[in-house]
């Protein structure tokens, strides 16, 4: 079956780094992304790694080894904005369809 | 670019009732959009594939006859809820898909339904 796994909470400091790590299950893979949620909004998307190796947007770093089914999302400079849920994603159907992880949530405190 | 929006926003209906839900793709074409649906605290569960000009793809678990799926025009496909119960209470969320790969979908800003 498919299946991804997140720790449910992280809380951190401002100003601080943190590592939101993904575990996965598939038998067809196609990409590791990764979704910030704040309550009541919709998904918006941070990154996207189809190959191993680190990928940097800003403050925001994704890291995938396929051979491990392991990813994580980095946040640097940990805002109080950045409070909210980050969900881990994987491609099926030849990366046309998205299945979530349960999602992280993070809170930042000052 | 790349704007997706949804109405309702919000809607309460009383039990019995169906409700539609647009999924409107802005400023592009999308032959394939998706419906997910998220309840409080928990992860997005997708429902179905909505494919222009074809019947939709529907998930395990997801009763067709419920969740009507129609995907009209390449930037309009809606999702009514048939005879509503307190159950189907939850968040609906769709994304259009702007390419052919998972990594440029596009979400709409969700509607909030609640059955009374």
């Known amino acids: 079956g498919q299946s991804l796994e997140q720790p449910s909470e992280v809380t951190a400091v401002e100003g601080a780094i943190v590592q939101i790590n993904c575990t996965y299950q598939?038998?067809?893979?196609?990409?590791l992304s990764w979704y910030q949620q704040h309550d009541g909004g919709a998904p918006t998307f941070l990154s996207y790694?189809?190959?191993?190796g680190l990928e940097e947007t800003g403050r925001f770093s994704s890291f995938l080894s396929r051979s491990d089914s392991y990813g994580y999302l980095l946040l640097q400079e940990l805002q109080m904005k950045d409070s909210a849920s980050y969900f881990c994603a994987f491609g099926m159907d030849g990366g046309f369809k998205t299945i979530f992880g349960a999602g992280t949530r993070l809170f930042v405190k000052a | 670019g790349a704007v997706v929006s949804q109405h309702p926003s919000w809607v309460i209906c009383k039990s019995g009732t169906s409700v539609k839900i647009e999924c409107r793709s802005l400023d592009f074409q999308a032959t394939t959009m998706f419906w997910y649906r998220q309840f409080p605290k928990q992860s997005l569960m997708l429902m179905a594939t909505?494919?222009?000009?074809?019947?939709?793809?529907?998930e395990q678990g997801v009763e067709k006859d419920k969740f009507l799926i129609n995907h009209a025009s390449l930037t309009l496909s809606t999702l009514t809820v048939t005879s509503a119960h307190p159950e189907d209470s939850s968040f609906y969320i769709c994304?259009?898909?702007?390419?052919?790969?998972?990594?440029?979908?596009?979400f709409g800003p969700g509607t909030r339904l609640t059955v009374l």
């Open positions: 598939t038998s067809g893979f196609y990409g």
């Open positions: 909505s494919n222009e000009g074809s019947k939709a793809t529907y």
């Open positions: 994304s259009a898909l702007r390419g052919t790969h998972t990594d440029t979908q596009y």
């Open positions: 790694n189809a190959l191993d």
